[in-house]
Each structure stands twice: as C-alpha cells, then as structure tokens.
C-alpha cells in the first residue's frame, strides 16, 4: 500500500517538478534569447504571470469538479463571454444607472446568478435527459455564444465605470486583487472536493456512477450543483477580468473550454472521472501560462507556442499511461 | 418450521411483468434467521429480477415482501438497506480511486457541520467492521489496490455497517480463489451465527451443498421448490432447475489421435508465465486449469498474436512459426474464442451474419462490394453444422442466447478451417442446458480432428472435456495429468502450488 501512496504523490508531484523544469530553461534561454532587458524570472514577470493565470485558472477549479465527477462542460468559454456582457451593460440599464457606483454589486450579482443559471441549464439538461455531457454542453457552447451575438452583433460591449477599474486593479497587500480571488477559490474548492460530504460523492459519481446509484447517492442533484458550481466560477473569472478591462467582444472566451481542459487533463485529472486534483490542476494552468509567456518571451509566435503545448499534452498522457500500467501486461494493437 | 421463529425474509407470491415477459410469475421464498438458503436456476429463470424486485429497483405487479413478518416496501436500494436487506453483488460495486473507508459507506458518510465529512468516525467505524472481518488492509488503501478477494471483502464489510436482517450474497465466489472463497464461507457462517438470514446465489453445485442449509429453484419465472439441502444432490437440483438431467461426467470417449498440430516449447512472456512447454495432437482436446492469473489467459493470447513471448518457440506441424498478429495466426491456423465473449468475441450491435463472416469478409466480395450470397451461404452451413437457435441471419447477435452466442463466435472461427482451435472459458455466463450443448460441441470437434485446447476455472468442466489436463499455478505448468489419473484432490493441488508427492502417479 506505502508503494501507491508514493506513486500517487509522484504523480502529483509530476506537474510541479515540469513547472521548476519551465523556470529554468526559460530563466536561462530568456537571458540570451529575450528582445528585452527583464529577467525572465522577475518577481513583477512572475506576479504578472499569476495575474494573468487567475481568469482561466478559476475556471479550470470548476472544471476539474465537473471532471471529477464524470462529465465535462465546453460551454464556459461562453459563459464567461455572456457573463461580461451582463456585467457590463447592466449598469446602463434604466434601473442601475441611476445607483453611480452602487450599480457595481449589482451588476457583479446580475453576472454571477447568469454564470450559475448557465451552469443549471447545462445541469438539469445533462441531469434530465441523460444526453452525454460532451453532446449537451457542445450545444450549449452554441447556444451561449449566440446569445452573445445577439445582444449586441458583432460590436463589442463597453462600460467603463473607473470606481470599478480602480478596485479590480487593486492589490490589497500588495498581491493583485485576480490572485487573491484565485486564491481564494483555490482554498475553497479543495475544501470542497476534499472535505465535504459532496465532494466525496463527486469522486464517488465520477469513478463508479452505477456504484454510486447503487448506494444511494443522489448522483443528478449532485452533477447540477458541480455544473452550478462550474458556472459560478466562469462568472466569478468573468468579473475578475473584464472588471478591469471594461470591454468584451463577442468572440472573448472562444476556445477557453480547450486551454482549461488540457490544464486540467495536464494536473492528472482523468477525463472518465474518479480522480483528479485541485492543486494539480493549478499546476496545469500555471504551467500552460509558464509556456504560453515563456515561449513569447524568447520570441516565439503563437503558432509555435499552440504546436509546442499540444504536443506536450500528448507526450504528457503518454507517459502518464506508460508509467501506471506495465507495457506488458497490455495487449497490442 | 418451530413457532417461535420467524422468517428474517418471506417472499409472497410475487409477480413482475414486464412488456411481453412474465418474468416472475408467483414466487414465494422464506428466509429464517441463521439460515443460507441457496436460490438456483438458469440464467433468465428469474433469479435477478427477483433480487432487483426485493432491492427496490423493480415494483413487483402482484405480491408482497415481509421483513421479520412485517409487509414492506422497498423504495429504493438504499431504502432496503435501511430496511436491513443488503446487496453483495458479483459485479463489484466500487470506486477504485477511493479509499477503503469511503466505499464501505458509500452513500452514507458520516456527516458533521456545513456538509462536512466526519473523518474521525469514518474511520473508526470503519475500522471496527475490518477487524470483524480480519482483513489484512485498512480503512485509507486505495480500493483499486487490492485484490479481488479483498475488494469483495470491502462488499461485505459494506453490508455489516448496518443491522442486516438479510444478507443477499450473489455468485460472491466468480472470481475468488480456493483460499479466498474459504474466508467467505468463514464470514458466510459469523453472519448466520448472528442469525443473519442469507440468501446464496450461485451456479456452483460443490458451494451450494457446502453451505447451504436449504435450496429453492426457479425455471422461467416460476418457483419449482425447495429442497433440504441435506437430503439432496446434485442430480436432484438440476433436474428441478432444467428439467432434465445432466451429464458432466468425467471424459472417457478418447478419440484418434492424429500428429502433433501445436508444439511450444519454453515459451515465456515476462512476470506472466514462464517456461511453458506443451503439444497438442489432432483429435486432442487439451484442458487448462488454474486459478485466475495463473497464466492460462495469455497463453492462449500469445498463441493468438496478442502478446509478444520473450522467450520460447512455438511449432506448427513441427515447423517454427512465428506469431507478432492474429493475422499471422489466423494464417498459420490458430483460432481463439476468447473469454469475454461480448466484449471480445462479438460485435454485439452487428447481425449473425455479418460476425460469423467478420475474419473473412475481405475474401468475400464481388468487385469490390461484399457478396450477400457468399456469406449467407456460410452463415447457413455453421448454423446447421452448430445448431445454432436463431430467426435468421439479421438477427442481431446481442439478442441471442449466451450458447448460441458462443457457437456464433465458434462458427465463426470454423469457417476459417483452422488446425488449432483455443475455446477460453467456453460455458462462462452461459446456463447449464446450453452448457452441455457447448461442451458436446467441443468434443465432436477434437472428434473431426481439430487440435483443441479449452482453458476453464471449473473443474468438472475441464474433467468433462479434456483428453489431457495441464494444471498451471503462479505462471507455470505445475503438471499435466492423462484423464485416467486425473482426480479432483491432485488437481486442486497441483494448481494450489503443492508439490505432488513423488511417484504418486
């Protein structure tokens, strides 16, 4: 048993052992291949490169749930898109206007409870009609995203209410406010996941759903709520973000669901269910981030940069499956 | 029956309908307190809708259940457990990626404030049910680090975190050892001496008259009695449950043994078997017998191309051959009907037809289209040659019967006229009137001169067929007994990994 315990802190270990891997080739190539005069490993680079992990760094939390507990959502990179919309042109409405910068809570509840009816919307359906979740959150990838264009076609949506810049570009203690909500999300969610009453029967759901049934877990309300959750979060990511920005084009978000999937799958999490972790997946996305900036700090263009992480997915997953089951025992094919 | 004792578990007279079936049709059943009594019949008898109907999965139409006399209904799964009516499945029911405390109470983790999980009493409660168990691992391993036997054990420790009434084993022994199915037993007995009512579930006739205090029997839907398991046997039992009797006696038909068709010599693949050397004749039916992971299984794989051995030969008519695909072995005349028959056997959603010509097809058309009549053609010859019971070639084979399946998955590989022909567990999940079709199958195929090697876990399936019986423990061939000198006490020990006394045979 001492054997499993080791292989499967190893495991976990894995993905920061790739990160201190990233810090150190970039922190040297960056000394003779960066354009500019920074250190790669500046701590005002690295509390950047936090900052700039937090958006899709909250999501991936939700995801990793959602994963965990067997299904999968490609709908949060609308969401997240229909969330700032929400945010942002409610505080022009009629009744909001008049509040100044009292509208402010308001219109981050208004895109919160969006974030969370998405989020229920994708629950019930996958909960009610037993459509995969694959097939049912691809349609609402769809669906959300229409919504997007037709409230506004293809203009972008702008509000810019500076008393609401000022607080997203605070940094109490000196740490940018998006870490500390990230943080802050990171704490909870393993709280939740790790123990709670729910979190344990999302494992559960995730790794044996007819056991689950089959010891009377209520394996629908629980899958809502992990979707409520996901929801929840892409709104909370949304606010942390656009906040700051003030602006949201339509097309924001397009293919987040695919960089927070392939951060979580990096963090070890199975696509099947089961098993997954939340600090892993931190370690996911802040290894895709170290990557994606690492890569352009040496001056590499986007293309390179989508070539190179992909591949590292794959040989990731493949040696993930070389190390958990003996070459030999498996059949060819 | 004494007065003073009343039933832990008493059926009355229930019926369940389902569109077009009658799938149970009036059983009634008793479970006194400190009793296992043994619940038998063919696959499709009812035996499964009757534990779904007492496990609250199904509403039975007509009939009630009486938990210590008092009527009951069964809501749900978890409402019968609460009802103290616990479920020990065959297939496991588990969440491997969990831990062992978590599993055994599944659905029911102690709660404290905000939803939290009390760890603390998870643990210790769960704790306290291993040590009544006397298992060898704890409440924090990983689940899908044990064994299959412990697992199975994580089953029952699950139905003792409540005050069962009546404790429903169903075939808990499929996949355990000898060793293993005695600790079983061991918890079967604490359980009755507690006055646990038990309800056993098995096609194993040496099990239900080991433990079993009584036995009832249902065919098709209908209770056709119980009997004192004491005053019984095996004849007896089966009779009731098809109607007819059974001949699984020991093979003594040999037939003409032709030459050598399969030599291996040496043959070894890794941790899984080593040093496996063996021939089998034309008209030879070679049986091999061990417990699960003894090796038997990736033998046949490698013959077939699925593994690559480390080491050794293989010899067809006393030629090397090497094997890196079934493609290759196909070619050089080896077939194997695997174990999983629905799994790897068959393509479930495909008609009869199609599986049976499935090796062949690129041989089979007419330009470049798939000739309709060629195949239908040889799907005709194998079902007359078989005798396999379908409508007709569109029926799709996840519709058949588990014997006609199998013979769809033999037929298929006849077609292919091999020399050598590997059955694994040929009667696995098949009913016991199938199972002596299949098994006669067998012999008249080592009759027309196939060189045939059956691999089983049932002991009087091997003894039944074989000409030959090569008993295999730990990834070696520990023996090979002829089938006059075959007993049921040298076999077990020579699978068993004890050393035979020398000379004795």
Redesign the interface.
């Known amino acids: 048993m001492q054997k499993s315990v080791l292989k499967n802190h190893a495991k976990e270990g894995a993905i920061w052992g790739f990160i201190v891997l990233e810090l150190i080739f970039f922190g040297i190539a960056g000394e003779y291949m960066s354009m500019t005069e920074t250190a790669f490993l500046a701590p005002d680079n690295m509390i950047l490169l936090l900052k700039q992990s937090a958006p899709l760094g909250i999501i991936a939390l939700g995801m990793t749930i959602v994963m965990i507990n067997g299904n999968i959502d490609l709908s949060v990179g609308a969401t997240f898109a229909l969330c700032a919309i929400v945010m942002l042109d409610s505080m022009t409405w009629p009744i909001l206007a008049p509040l100044g910068n009292w509208a402010i809570p308001f219109a981050w509840g208004l895109a919160l409870m969006t974030g969370m009816l998405m989020g229920l919307i994708n629950g019930l359906i996958v909960w009610k009609t037993g459509v995969d979740a694959f097939i049912v959150t691809l349609g609402a990838m769809l669906g959300f995203r229409g919504l997007v264009f037709m409230y506004n076609g293809e203009q972008p949506t702008f509000h810019l209410n500076w008393t609401m810049v000022d607080i997203a570009e605070s940094a109490p203690l000196g740490i940018p406010l998006p870490i500390l909500v990230f943080a802050v999300c990171i704490a909870v969610v393993w709280w939740i996941m790790n123990r709670t009453v729910h979190g344990r029967n999302a494992y559960a759901i995730g790794d044996n759903r007819e056991a689950a049934v089959n010891a009377g877990i209520k394996v629908g309300p629980h899958m809502v709520w992990n979707y409520v959750l996901i929801g929840f979060l892409a709104a909370l990511s949304s606010i942390t973000f656009y906040s700051e920005s003030g602006s949201v084009n339509p097309n924001d978000g397009m293919l987040y669901e695919l960089w927070i999937i392939t951060a979580v799958v990096l963090g070890g999490t199975k696509l099947t269910g089961g098993r997954g972790s939340i600090i892993a997946t931190v370690g996911g996305i802040l290894a895709i981030q170290l990557m994606r900036k690492g890569l352009g700090f040496i001056g590499a263009d986007t293309a390179m940069v989508n070539l190179v992480i992909g591949s590292i997915l794959i040989a990731v997953l493949y040696l993930d499956r070389q190390l958990n089951r003996k070459g030999e025992e498996e059949l060819k094919i | 029956m004494s007065t003073e004792q009343i039933p832990a578990l008493r059926l009355e007279n229930i019926v369940k309908t389902f569109p077009g079936v009658r799938a149970l049709d009036g059983v009634s059943f008793t479970v006194m307190p400190g009793e296992v009594h043994a619940l038998m019949g063919e696959n499709g008898a009812g035996k499964s809708t009757l534990m779904k109907v007492l496990g609250g999965i199904h509403q039975p139409n007509e009939g009630q259940i009486f938990i210590e006399e008092q009527p009951t209904v069964m809501n749900?799964?978890?409402?019968a457990?609460a009802k103290g009516v616990v479920?020990i499945?065959q297939e496991l029911?588990?969440?491997?990626?969990?831990p062992v405390a978590?599993n055994v109470y599944?659905?029911?983790?102690p709660?404290k404030s905000?939803?939290?999980?009390d760890w603390s009493k998870l643990h210790a409660d769960t704790d306290e049910i291993l040590k009544r168990l006397n298992v060898g691992?704890?409440p924090k391993?990983?689940v899908?680090?044990l064994s299959i036997a412990n697992k199975q054990m994580v089953e029952i420790a699950r139905a003792l975190t409540v005050e069962a009434k009546a404790v429903i084993f169903d075939e808990p022994t499929a996949s355990l050892t000898d060793a293993e199915k005695s600790v079983l037993f061991e918890v079967i007995e604490d359980l009755k001496s507690r006055g646990v009512g038990i309800v056993y579930i098995s096609h194993r006739m040496e099990e239900i008259f080991r433990i079993s205090d009584r036995v009832s029997v249902l065919r098709d839907g209908q209770y056709r009695g119980t009997l004192e398991t004491a005053d019984t046997n095996e004849d007896e039992v089966t009779q009731l449950m098809i109607g007819r009797s059974l001949d699984l006696s020991r093979n003594v038909q040999h037939g003409e043994l032709g030459a050598v068709a399969l030599e291996v010599r040496n043959l070894s693949?890794?941790?899984?078997y080593q040093d496996i050397s063996f021939q089998v004749r034309e008209g030879e039916v070679v049986g091999f017998y061990g417990l699960v992971g003894a090796g038997r299984t990736e033998i046949a794989?490698t013959l077939f191309?699925?593994?690559?051995p480390t080491a050794g030969t293989i010899l067809l008519d006393g030629k090397e051959t090497t094997i890196h695909?079934p493609i290759d072995a196909i070619e050089a005349g080896i077939s194997l009907v695997p174990e999983d028959r629905k799994g790897q056997g068959l393509v479930l959603g495909m008609n009869c037809r199609d599986n049976m010509t499935l090796p062949q097809v690129d041989d089979m058309t007419a330009g470049s289209f798939v000739s309709d009549g060629a195949e239908v053609a040889i799907f005709d010859q194998y079902r007359d040659k078989l005798e396999i019971k379908t409508p007709g070639w569109k029926q799709l084979v996840g519709n058949l019967s588990g014997g006609n399946q199998q013979k769809i998955v033999i037929g298929k590989w006849l077609s292919m006229h091999p020399r050598v022909l590997i059955v694994d567990e040929p009667t696995r999940g098949i009913d016991v009137g199938s199972k002596s079709e299949i098994h006669k199958l067998i012999r008249e195929l080592a009759g027309q001169g196939y060189a045939v090697i059956v691999i089983s876990s049932e002991m009087p399936e091997v003894l039944h067929v074989s000409d030959r019986i090569i008993a295999m423990f730990h990834g070696r061939i520990t023996r090979t007994f002829t089938s006059d000198e075959v007993t049921e006490d040298n076999l077990v020990q020579a699978i068993s990994g004890i050393t035979p006394e020398q000379g004795a045979a």
């Not at chain 2, 191309?305 to 690559?308: A, I, S, V, Y």
């Open positions: 749900s799964p978890l409402d457990k479920f499945h029911s588990l969440a491997d990626e969990l978590e599944l659905g029911e983790l709660r905000f939803g939290r999980v691992f704890g391993d990983l899908g680090d693949c890794g941790n899984l794989e191309g699925l593994r690559d695909s």
